[in-house]
């Protein structure tokens, strides 16, 4: 994310060299400029990068690490509550809840797990109970400890460091994202030209 004015190599790459004092220079080095209200993303290559240097300081040599392309993004900063926030959440959570148990249900209800349940209870026992039996307890606990133990976590407590299947899925949303906004941009630019 970028403001409006100039934006410098330091502010969107890390550099190494041997002399700081170059290094502090090239930081400084500008690579756009971003005009007031000029809101979109803006694509910048390596390429972009080397020239920059290189006409600032010729025969310097510039050996990039990383990937090729970035893009920044200039956007208008939303002026958002705090309660708006919280009360977008408590309603996607209530959504989210509704809807996982719904779920849970309707797939009870197909499997008849009930009806399986008390199948497997008259297998093992002589008279019909009515009501909630161990057997039904101990299934709901074990579909709550499932769920826990499937996503990793608990509130902030984590069962181990390794990320949850859905901080994966969201991870290869953004890398999706990543690479079509830079599709996207490079044939605007190639269209352009």
Known sequence: MVGPGKVLLGDVAELYCVSRRLMEKCMEIPLLEVKEGKYGRYLVSVRDVIKAIGSRFPGVE???????EMVLEYA???????????????????????????????????????????RVRECFEVKEIVGQTGMEICFSLGVGFGMIFYFNHFGRWRLQQEPTPMEMELHQYMEDVEETVLELEDGMQEGGD
């Open 62 to 68: 510039v050996v990039p690490l990383g990937d090729p």
């Open 76 to 118: 208008k900063r939303s002026k958002s509550h705090v309660w708006l926030k919280y009360i977008k959440t408590a309603v996607v959570s209530l959504i989210v809840f509704v809807g996982s148990a719904f779920t849970i249900m309707t797939f009870l209800a197909e499997a008849n797990v009930p009806g399986l349940l008390a």
